[in-house]
């Protein structure tokens, strides 16, 4: 259908083909979460949705997290190349390979695609992506940071038909299942996304019986022209030149203790921007590089949060066609075969994406955004002593919170920048019904966020009892007891993270990217700094830091030597007149919440005095 004939589609049937793949694809990803049964998925929402033109071309992906979908494109080009005419109704092929047509994040990303028929014609694809409670490999959940090569991090899966025109390819189903640690769980999960998968298609098959092949066609590609010219403008809108950014991971996992860092320039040049990442270290043998779709679907993302909220929505293949990714192969931002990428949805990728957000809040400096605080997940693996059976055990439950962005305070609660906030926080109940583990403490702790005119999202305080038997806990894609992330705007960078395990009287430092045992009675304790801040914090409204230690998010000493703001702290009163004069006299030296690993508390100190607060 050519631009002419696209344009006499009502707008009543536009819209509504439109918003039914948008309400679709959020349908699919409630009915996994409905029914799959790991804490991952059914209570995380660690997954993706999204549909796709024959040809790769996005059409809707409203919901999920960047890494699982923006890249899928290149998987159905793949897929296309691969299978060529020996695509059928009813097949669903597997993937979770980075490399070989996969083009996916890591190996517990299991990605089920169908492809969709109308009339004999190959129309649509659809995807269903969920993150597997293991893949097998050498350690459960695939977050091992010593494996040797990817071969060791789990089974990869090329893209394969495991189902064959609506038949299970019984054979390679059982080899697949055979090779990974609960199978019985991981298959009731798969069954779970093919399901959905299959439910995509009969709502795509009765949407084309109700408006006929061309009209329907002819809604998504006028959708993705309208959606170019939207983004087009606001990427038009910002200054043309060259706009730098960088952020690092505390280390690669295998070469301890050495910052990996991500490099971007961003160059806006009239309506099109690009995102050049030949500057970034060069691949690494530990677990944090990153395949190319992965750099891919990050860089676009940053690019897509600086836009009009009001675009929310109506992002698909229209939003991509304005902005060019450059990765060089070789570099940690597009590793090539066999690196291990296990780390990768977080580092790397969270860096990619923080510097982007920092290289784009130089461009458009009223839409700054800070970043998050770091993700803090393990994966622990031990006996369940009230089942006998083995378990694995992770959550985002102590993961710090959203930066500030120009204008507004970050949210305390939100995980990651890198899920864009999609993956979220567990039930604490549920946590205890599904794991020997008893919740201690769970709270947001005061001063424990970058300080800015905007404050970012409190840090947490999460301690949990071991009640089960003696295990391993790897701290996987954990990040940030070294390296902070960054304000913007003057705004202050979070402070640092710390992992204890409380043995008796001892204390054990566990660091990112480590694994440690675990021992039955062991208490585990999670200080994960917040997200940074946004703006001078002695730009701070007075009332604002007033409330925010009425609310015990900041402290009275924080107020004071964060923000210049003096609070009686018995009547929780501001001192306006000692308040100004204090703005004066210490604006020239800044504090910074650090951890005292004695005592556990936060506390302030001048930045640059940070002893007993390195790596």
Not at 154 to 172: N, Q, T
Not at 239 to 265: H, I, M
Not at 328 to 341: E, L, R
Not at 400 to 408: E, I, L
Request: charged residues 25%; proline residues 5%.
């Amino acid at each position: 259908m050519n631009k002419r004939a696209r344009s006499t589609i009502d707008p009543v049937t536009l819209a509504t083909v439109w918003h039914g793949f948008q309400s679709l694809c959020r349908e699919m990803r409630s009915m996994v979460t409905r029914t799959a049964q790991s804490y991952l998925m059914a209570t995380l929402k660690d997954l993706s949705v999204g549909v796709w033109l024959a040809d790769g071309s996005t059409v809707a992906v409203p919901e999920g997290l960047p890494g699982q979908f923006l890249g899928t494109q290149f998987a159905i080009e793949a897929i296309r190349e691969k299978f060529k005419d020996d695509l059928h109704p009813g097949d669903v092929i597997l993937t979770n390979d980075p490399y070989h047509g996969g083009h996916n994040s890591h190996l517990p990303d299991w990605g089920f695609i169908r492809p969709i028929f109308h009339e004999g014609e190959l129309l649509f694809f659809t995807m269903v992506r969920g993150h597997m409670q293991d893949t097998g490999g050498s350690f459960p959940g695939g977050y091992f940071a010593n494996a040797y090569d990817i071969i060791a991090e789990g089974l990869c899966i090329p893209p394969l038909k495991v189902i064959k025109r609506g038949v299970e390819d019984a054979d390679l189903n059982a080899l697949i299942y055979n090779n990974v640690r609960f199978p019985t769980e991981i298959k009731i999960d798969a069954n779970a996304m093919i399901a959905t998968a299959k439910f995509a298609e009969n709502r795509i098959a009765e949407m084309l019986r109700r408006y006929g092949r061309d009209t329907v066609l002819g809604a998504i590609h006028e959708m993705m022209d309208r959606t170019e010219r939207a983004v087009r403008a606001e990427i038009g809108a910002m200054p043309d030149g060259t706009y730098s950014g960088d952020s690092s991971t505390d280390d690669d996992g295998t070469v301890l203790d050495q910052p990996v860092t991500v490099r971007v320039d961003v160059t806006v040049a009239g309506d099109e921007i690009t995102m050049d990442f030949s500057r970034s270290d060069a691949q690494r043998p530990g677990f944090v590089n990153c395949v190319y779709a992965v750099t891919y679907a990050r860089a676009v993302a940053a690019v897509i949060i600086y836009m009009d909220p009001a675009l929310a929505d109506f992002h698909n293949t229209g939003s991509l066609r304005p902005i060019k990714v450059i990765a060089p192969p070789g570099t940690v931002t597009n590793a090539q075969y066999p690196a291990t990428v296990g780390a990768s949805p977080v580092n790397v990728g969270g860096q990619v994406i923080e510097a982007c957000v920092e290289a784009l809040g130089k461009a458009k400096p009223d839409r700054s955004i800070a970043s998050w605080g770091k993700h803090r997940g393990d994966y622990t693996f031990a006996v369940d002593p009230r089942t006998g059976e083995r378990y694995v055990r992770t959550t985002f439950d102590y993961d710090g919170s959203a930066g500030a962005v120009w204008g507004h305070d970050g949210m305390t609660g939100p995980t990651t920048l890198t899920t864009l906030g999609s993956v979220q926080r567990g039930s604490l109940e549920e946590a205890e019904i599904r794991y020997p583990w008893r919740m201690l403490k769970l709270e947001a702790r005061a001063d424990f966020n970058g300080a800015g005119r905007w404050r970012g999202g409190g840090g947490i305080d999460w301690r949990a009892l071991n009640e089960g038997s003696d295990g391993r806990m790897a701290t996987g894609s954990s990040d940030g007891d070294f390296i902070q992330v960054k304000g913007a705007q003057g705004g202050q960078s979070n402070p640092r993270s710390r992992t204890l395990i409380l043995r008796g009287g001892e204390k054990i430092r566990v660091k990112p990217h480590r694994m440690a045992e675990i021992k039955a009675g062991d208490i585990v304790v999670k200080l994960s700094a917040g997200g940074a801040g946004v703006g001078d914090p002695f730009a701070r409204p007075i009332e604002k830091v007033a409330t925010d230690v009425r609310r015990e998010m900041v402290t009275v000493e924080g107020a004071r030597l964060l923000y210049g703001v003096v609070i009686d702290p018995a009547t929780l009163k501001v001192d306006e007149e000692a308040t100004l004069r204090l703005r004066s006299a210490i604006r020239a030296r800044r504090y910074e919440a650090v951890i005292n690993e004695d005592t556990l508390d936060i506390e302030l100190k001048p930045v640059g005095e940070t002893k007993g607060n390195t790596a």
